[in-house]
């Protein structure tokens, strides 16, 4: 993520993103996975404090990875419970997917609409190398804005500020966005003001930064996949994953069975 806050202030970046049921979220993906064929290996990218991947070790046979640009992140999540800090890779995606060599994976996750860090080109280099790093029956897990409720925002947004206490007895009020947001002329790329008040006993002090994101419909995700072979399903018009992941669209990827080699015992 290409921000002041998520690069110099990581540790309040993650007090007002870890608001999530992770445990949950993780089981409903786990649960697409059929009985004899189950999860073995899971890559989160754009993982921050890898919470759901925390989550993935406590089913202690599952080879569990993470992808994200922030040390302070990766420091976040040893802390959290992260297990294999030389698993935690901290490089920028798409091409830090090329410093895995020699694994595959069953499950990549990229939540936390991560694919908004990227350009459109970026992300068709990324999807290629999520399809080049899946086991056959292997599944890629998208999280994308939902478009019909982003519009409806936009057509009456307010300035809206949170407040939350954190670990470290500070109260943080932080509106995303906090001014109006400009949008490119020829993308869906935002340029949304961020504040961010953190009060303490003695002083408040004030981040303000500029957050960049792309937003990305479900559509053009779902046509730069299907040019990789790759075809997709839609879960959360499903009420228990809309329940889990409100606000968004959670997309299933995996490689078209037509494209799959056959295995030895079906020659």
């Not at 408040?204 to 399903?233: C, K, N, P, Q, R």
Request: net charge negative.
């Amino acid at each position: 993520m290409k921000n002041k806050l998520y690069k110099e202030f990581a540790s309040y970046y993650a007090d007002v993103t870890n608001d999530r049921d992770f445990k949950n979220q993780l089981e409903v993906i786990l649960a697409t996975y059929e009985p004899g064929k189950p999860c073995k290996s899971l890559l989160e990218l754009f993982a921050g404090q890898s919470f759901h991947s925390i989550e993935a070790q406590k089913k202690h046979d599952i080879d569990v990875w993470a992808i994200d640009s922030s040390m302070e992140m990766k420091q976040l999540a040893i802390a959290e419970g992260f297990q294999n800090p030389e698993k935690y890779i901290v490089a920028n995606l798409p091409e830090a997917m090329l410093s895995i060599e020699e694994t595959k994976f069953d499950c990549i996750t990229c939540l936390y609409n991560g694919l908004s860090n990227l350009n459109m080109e970026e992300v068709f280099i990324l999807l290629k190398n999520c399809k080049d790093k899946l086991n056959d029956s292997g599944k890629i897990f998208i999280e994308l804005h939902d478009i019909f409720l982003m519009t409806e925002y936009l057509s009456n947004q307010q300035v809206h500020y949170t407040e939350i206490e954190n670990s470290r007895g500070e109260l943080i009020k932080y509106a995303w966005p906090s001014g109006k947001i400009r949008w490119d002329r020829y993308t869906y790329r935002a340029e949304v003001p961020v504040q961010f008040l953190i009060q303490t006993s003695q002083r408040t002090d004030t981040i303000e930064f500029t957050s960049y994101d792309t937003m990305y419909s479900t559509e053009h995700i779902v046509f730069l996949a299907s040019l990789l072979g790759l075809e997709s399903m839609i879960y959360t018009e499903h009420p228990a994953w809309a329940a889990l992941y409100p606000n968004s669209v959670i997309l299933q990827l995996s490689i078209r069975k037509d494209l799959l080699k056959p295995a030895a015992s079906d020659r």
